[in-house]
């Protein structure tokens, strides 16, 4: 089961893991509300649906005055956004995500992924981040790094040193996603995903590191015993068939 983008970002929350200042709202008037309790600009509009490229579609903007924002807001809003994993019938935007920009350094790849093949939990990294993975792992394989944790022995220190060393980054932010590493897994543990994604993950000019994205995939025959995560599923958003 997937979750929108805002959801898994007050999971991600909940754990400690550091994304940007923002909340969803389901109409013009709330979105525009948003804006003004940031107060601060760039903003940034997201559409929330279950699909990747919403960037390339038109449904992700970045507004740097309250009127572009306002704009931003009345374009996305209900517009059918078709990015390649909709499909050319597209889905329908009914909720925004609404966040305070970010000063961007760097781009980074997280995830946290089931490798059934060698039956351990797989990190995988790659400097590379904001690109399609997919397309990184074909033409550059040797940009991810892949780190395996066995599921019965759980995450080590030497696992996060491993991505944290790989990635190459500065003392400030290694030791800050030192320190995040452990609370993603358990988040992924907790909320038995099948995919825990950020793509991408930023390290911001003061030196910080931040979520700018977050995919959730929930296994499905694990929702009996997570009500909580069984709540936000979305109908709208699954194929009827």
Not at 132 to 149: F, M, Q, T, W
């Amino acid at each position: 089961m997937k979750i929108h983008e805002y959801q898994a970002k007050e999971r991600f929350r909940q754990y400690a893991i550091p994304v940007p200042d923002g909340r969803a709202a389901g109409s013009v008037a709330g979105a525009e509300e948003i804006v003004g309790d940031l107060s601060t600009m760039p903003v940034v509009i997201k559409a929330q649906i279950h699909a990747g490229g919403r960037g390339k579609g038109g449904g992700v903007k970045i507004a740097r005055t309250a009127e572009e924002a306002r704009d931003h807001i009345r374009k996305i809003l209900g517009m059918t956004l078709v990015t390649p994993q909709t499909g050319p019938e597209g889905r329908p935007v009914k909720t925004l995500l609404i966040e305070r920009g970010q000063n961007i350094a760097r781009e980074l790849y997280l995830a946290i992924l089931p490798d059934r093949s060698s039956g351990r939990i797989m990190i995988m990294a790659s400097a590379a981040g904001g690109m399609n993975i997919e397309d990184l792992a074909a033409s550059d394989p040797d940009k991810i790094i892949r780190v395996g944790v066995d599921p019965l022995l759980g995450l080590m220190p030497f696992h996060c040193r491993a991505v944290v060393y790989g990635l190459g980054l500065d003392p400030a932010p290694a030791r800050e996603l030192l320190a995040i590493l452990p609370r993603l897994y358990r988040l992924f543990i907790d909320s038995d995903c099948s995919l825990l994604e950020i793509n991408p993950l930023v390290v911001t000019d003061a030196g910080t590191i931040v979520a700018l994205d977050a995919k959730m995939e929930i296994d499905g025959n694990a929702l009996f015993r997570r009500p909580e995560l069984a709540a936000l599923h979305d109908p709208d958003e699954e194929d009827p068939l």
